[in-house]
């Protein structure tokens, strides 16, 4: 079964995987339409900033067990059986923000959404995209990120993919160029401007 | 306490402000910045474009996605066409400064600028002469009439190559006819930019860079030589004198008045009303003791170079200066001034004040000057500056200003030097001065503020090279003291020896950031006095925290003038291998000079260092290893 996988090295910080997240899950589904909307949509994706001015997109791993499942006390998460997607039934929810200080990652927020109870403050989080999964379309994050840190593909399939690229690195005599020259020598310098001795 | 300020700043009024401001819950340029982070790589790598509307488009740096944009545009020319529009973008600010000043020329010699006078008869005379107008029998305004004009075909499609390009050395001019890169238009050459990097035009990235270079010295020996000889003219040209840096400029017992962005046409008028006696017996009147005018950014450099003014502060600084509530009034032109200025100032009393019809800002009031009534609106806005001084809530002056010394025009150096460049050229040849940088630009969230420009200033003049500098560095440098007879005890033996005995500090305030085109004027004198292209000089330039459009222009500028450029700030380029090649090395063998990105103030000092001695070492001069 094919899974939302994050790449880290490869996240350029742009955020359009939290924009893209954002208009999927509006009334609309488009960016220009959720723009109008009330309540705004809200990425349930996060991109961080790390120690060097680079990004990580952060997003629900859908844990299993999933910690905030377990201290949500009005059963308001649940899994979806057939996918495995941690979700939340906002009817359910009671805004009591245990899940947010169960989950380990710092991705569940809270606010109202269009599809929920009106102007209740809910639980939100990452649902994999279900509704265009069920349209044949991939999740939306995955879908606007064009440098490969967010890829849909069954998990086997990139740690074989992972496992290939270290085998080549270790390659006796074989020269590993890094993917992405340019890349790397925009973290070199941003990692060197962080690495100043302050005055 | 100001303890996690500290890494924002390396000034003592910057950290105690930013407390200020944050107990006042002021909203700093450093918090934006801190908000937007990660910053997108992209467009950090310089590989997104939106030139056009098949896109936007971006280019996947690890290559497995897409690699060219909509039109077919791969990562060179995506990047080469970003940074022509950069650099288009800068040419077009400093010239269309350069233009504002030609209109005054002009409307003085019609007798329609009744604020402004010819300052410099002399100096008129001597730019006339170059653009060969003869001046027998012709009064001053007729010659400034003239002059005007003639600067106006400049701008156009008449010329084959600028006047004011006819300064260069006449190998460097001779260099950029063979590589077709001689500045025709000043304005020719940012259209032309616009019209190469429109979709389907110039897909050649070295094609694209070249007239980079074209356009940049559009800029470099027109309008911003223009717009510095033009100001000379008017308002006189800058002789040494006294003058004071920080935010302790402010005065608790005055009516504080801040001029802020880049023109010296309204600053001009607002120093002229401010000395203004009726203006001056109402701010006594209303219990102030004075009226006191201070600087922020290049105008306040303009005024500084010409009448002493004091400076407030740098661009980082801009808000920071609101923020002790000691300002009645900041008065804005246009460039550098952050739109967040008025919600700031929402907080004091301070009124803000914009004077341009090009440059509005949410928060201000706009007061329109143009040249028939600047004067006369100058008298208006200071009183109302004069009648704010009673609104002032409690103030917060947290330091004493540092003396400094400004106003080093190339007249006055070489006036220093005793009339011709010969004296700095001899201390050259005998090493005492190892060799001349040019340091320059702005402020920049990404460094620590003043740090990019004070250690690398500190490690030059400790190694014997003699230091200019221009713009928000200049500031920096006098505030950190370095603009003083006493900051010769940082210099190293020779540099200390040759400024001790002409009475000038270690550190030259050569202007605004159009100033530094003096920098070219006196990098020509010096290589023609050798006999020598600039290129071949021990000088280099650096740009430790630039942040602007206009910075890369100068930077380009320079660099095609022959000057080795190091910049601390990565521009984005970096998507592109090719375009990072070509203009960190492949320069030299068409310009003799390149660009280096190094954010290490103290490593930047040591690649200049090194490309000072390897340039005496060329002419024959005795060099040492760096």
Redesign the interface.
């Known amino acids: 079964m094919k899974k939302v996988i994050v790449h880290p090295e490869r996240c350029v910080g742009c955020m359009q995987c939290m924009l893209a997240c954002a208009a999927a899950h509006s009334r609309s589904g488009t960016l220009l339409g959720a723009l109008g909307e009330a309540p705004l949509p809200r990425s349930r994706i996060h991109v961080g900033v790390g120690a060097f001015d680079e990004g990580f997109p952060n997003r629900c791993r859908h844990c299993d067990p999933a910690p905030c499942m377990l201290a949500c006390l009005p059963g308001a998460i649940y899994r979806d059986a057939s996918s495995g997607t941690v979700l939340v039934d906002a009817d359910r929810c009671i805004n009591c923000a245990s899940c947010a200080m169960a989950c380990p990652y710092g991705v569940i927020r809270y606010h109202a959404v269009w599809d929920g109870p009106p102007e209740k403050i809910v639980a939100v989080k990452c649902d994999n995209c279900l509704a265009r999964q069920a349209q044949g379309l991939v999740p939306a994050c995955v879908e606007i990120c064009k440098s490969g840190a967010l890829t849909f593909e069954a998990p086997d399939r990139a740690a074989r993919r992972r496992t290939d690229e270290v085998a080549r690195s270790v390659s006796s005599g074989a020269i590993c160029p890094p993917p992405a020259p340019g890349f790397a020598l925009l973290a070199a310098h941003k990692r060197a401007r962080a690495e100043v001795p302050a005055g | 306490m100001t303890h996690h300020h ?2 924002k700043t ?1 000034t003592q009024d910057g950290q105690l402000l930013l407390r200020k401001a944050e107990t006042d819950q002021i909203e700093t340029v450093w918090d934006r910045h801190q908000a937007q ?9 310089g ?1 997104s474009c939106r030139v056009c509307n098949m896109g936007p488009c ?1 280019v ?7 690699q060219k944009g909509v039109c077919g545009a791969d ?1 060179d020319i995506i990047v080469a066409r970003n940074l022509g529009r950069m650099i288009a973008a800068g040419a077009a600010a400093h010239s269309d400064h350069g233009r504002d000043l030609v209109e005054v020329l002009a409307a003085v010699a019609e007798g329609r600028a009744p604020g402004y006078a010819i300052a410099d008869p002399a100096k008129l005379d001597r730019v006339a002469a170059e653009y060969g107008i003869a001046l027998e029998g012709k009064t001053a305004v007729q010659v400034a009439g003239e002059l005007a004009h003639a600067m106006q075909e400049d701008y156009g499609t008449r010329k084959k190559e600028l006047t004011l390009a006819g300064r260069a050395p006449a190998k460097r001019r001779e260099l950029w006819r063979r590589l077709g890169i001689m500045p025709r238009g000043i304005d020719r050459e940012t259209s032309e930019m616009m019209h190469r990097t429109h979709m389907g035009v110039d897909n050649g990235w070295q094609s694209v860079l070249l007239h980079g270079l074209r356009n940049a010295l559009s800029d470099g020996w027109g309008g911003s030589m223009i717009a510095t000889e033009v100001s000379d003219i008017l308002f006189g040209t800058p002789r040494p004198c006294p003058t004071q840096a920080n935010v302790g400029v402010l005065k608790k017992d005055q009516v504080n008045i801040i001029v802020h962005g880049h023109n010296p046409v309204v600053s001009e008028t607002i120093l002229q009303a401010c000395q203004d006696p009726e203006l001056l017996a109402l701010a006594r009147e209303r219990g102030a003791a004075g009226i006191n005018l201070a600087g922020l950014c290049c105008t306040g450099n303009e005024l500084l170079m010409r009448h002493g003014v004091p400076m407030a502060g740098n661009h980082l600084m801009t808000e920071l200066v609101i923020a002790t509530g000691a300002v009645e009034m900041m008065i804005v032109d246009y460039q550098c001034i952050m739109p967040s200025l008025g919600t700031v100032a929402a907080c004091y009393h301070t009124r803000m004040i914009s004077t341009s019809d090009k440059a509005r800002f949410p928060g201000m009031e706009h007061h329109e000057f143009h040249p028939p009534n600047a004067l006369e609106k100058a008298r208006q806005i200071v009183r109302l500056a004069v009648e704010n001084f009673a609104s002032r809530g409690e103030s917060y002056i947290p330091v004493e200003p540092v003396p400094a010394v400004g106003g080093f025009s190339v007249e006055a150096v070489v006036g220093a030097l005793g009339g011709s460049p010969g004296p700095l050229i001899e201390a050259i040849k005998a090493g005492r001065i190892r060799g001349a940088a040019g340091v320059v630009g702005c402020n920049n969230p ?3 503020h ?2 990019g420009h ?2 690398l200033v500190r490690e030059l003049i400790a190694n014997d090279v003699l230091v200019v500098d221009t713009g928000c560095a200049a500031v920096a440098t006098a505030k950190a003291g370095l603009k003083t007879i006493e900051a010769l005890a940082l210099a190293g033996p020779g540099l200390q020896e040759v400024c001790g005995a002409l009475g000038i500090p270690p550190v030259l305030h050569f202007g605004s950031c159009v100033d530094n085109v003096r920098i070219l004027v006196l990098a020509a004198a010096l290589a023609d006095a050798l006999g020598v292209d600039i290129s071949d000089l021990p000088i280099a330039g650096a740009a430790p925290e630039w942040y602007s459009e206009k910075a890369v222009s100068i930077g380009a500028y320079f660099v095609a003038s022959g000057v080795y450029t190091v910049l601390g ?2 521009p984005p380029i ?4 090719n375009v ?1 090649k070509l203009l960190t090395e492949g320069l030299t063998g068409a310009v003799g000079a390149a660009f280096a ?6 490593q930047a000092a040591v690649l200049m260092r090194r490309h000072i001695e390897a340039k005496r070492r060329a002419l024959g001069l005795e060099a040492i290893r760096v």
Not at chain 2, 574 to 577: C, D, E, I, T, V
């Open positions: 500290k890494g390396i982070l990660p910053q997108c790589g992209y467009c950090e790598l590989v971006r996947d740096p690890f290559g497995e996605g897409p990562a990404k460094i620590q003043d740090q004070v250690a700030p990565m970096a998507g592109s291998a990072v990105v190094e954010p290490d103030p103290n």
